[in-house]
Antibody, heavy 126, light 110 residues
Framework: QVQLQESGPGLVKPSETLSLGCTVSGGSVNNADYFWGWIRQTPGKGLEWIGSVDYSGSAHYSRSLKSRVIISIDKSKNQFYLKVNSMTAADTAVYYC??????????????????WGAGTTVTVSS | QSALTQPASVSGSPGQSITISCTGTSRDVGGYNYVSWYQQHPGQAPKLIIYDVNNRPSGISNRFSGSKSGNTASLTISGLQADDEADYYCSSDTGATTRLFGTGTKVTVL
């Protein structure tokens, strides 16, 4: 079955850029039925959608993070990525990647996130 | 709107039924049938339990059911069990190429 696994540094300095990857196994990211998304959860808080990218590389972002985030996809490696610049302590969180069932042809709709990675903890500290 | 509104906590005794609400606007919950619900146990990733308002993925107990009326979606857990103690989140498409999550509800089994 499809599985997702996050990778990347657990510690980032303030003002630096966070780079995370998500490896998809058991299935292909080159699938028009899905987006590939990133979600974060700050300590003791709720879930926050960061954004999602489709198989063609078209990405959509949360309004609150749009100015600092880039999500990309590499079909040859079956991976997708998250970059967040100008990191601060407020960005300390568990970051999840997930498969996001939706529609990217014509009008964009996000239906549901059916497969999640285990999550990776990112701490922002000098 | 930054998040859909859920009650912070709901509790019930084993065997009882509880309902969690998820309130949005006509631009998100009320506008589309793309409401989903997720269960998250401590230290674990969220798990999809309801999609498209009232559909259960394969393997999810029929004790979980979803509905929607106007701008409010609801998750009902019937026959409450100890393992249902977890955090629950709703989510909805906003019709503006973004997705929102709810504020989250902690379910306690008394």
């Amino acid at each position: 079955q499809v599985q997702l696994q996050e990778s990347g540094p657990g510690l980032v300095k303030p003002s630096e850029t966070l780079s995370l990857g998500c490896t998809v196994s058991g299935g292909s990211v080159n699938n028009a039925d899905y987006f590939w998304g990133w979600i974060r959860q700050t300590p003791g808080k709720g879930l926050e959608w960061i954004g999602s990218v489709d198989y063609s590389g078209s990405a959509h972002y949360s309004r609150s993070l749009k100015s600092r985030v880039i999500i990309s996809i590499d079909k040859s490696k079956n991976q997708f990525y998250l970059k967040v610049n100008s990191m601060t302590a407020a960005d300390t969180a568990v970051y999840y990647c997930a498969r996001d069932r939706g529609s990217s042809s014509g009008r964009v709709f996000f239906y549901y996130m059916d497969i999640w990675g285990a999550g990776t903890t990112v701490t922002v500290s000098s | 709107q930054s998040a859909l509104t859920q009650p912070a906590s709901v509790s019930g005794s084993p065997g009882q039924s509880i309902t969690i609400s998820c309130t949005g606007t006509s631009r998100d919950v009320g506008g589309y049938n793309y409401v989903s619900w997720y269960q998250q146990h401590p230290g674990q990733a969220p798990k999809l339990i309801i999609y498209d308002v009232n559909n259960r993925p394969s393997g999810i107990s029929n004790r979980f059911s979803g509905s929607k009326s106007g701008n409010t979606a609801s998750l009902t857990i019937s026959g409450l069990q100890a393992d249902d103690e977890a955090d629950y989140y709703c989510s909805s498409d906003t019709g503006a190429t973004t997705r929102l999550f709810g504020t989250g509800t902690k379910v306690t089994v008394l």
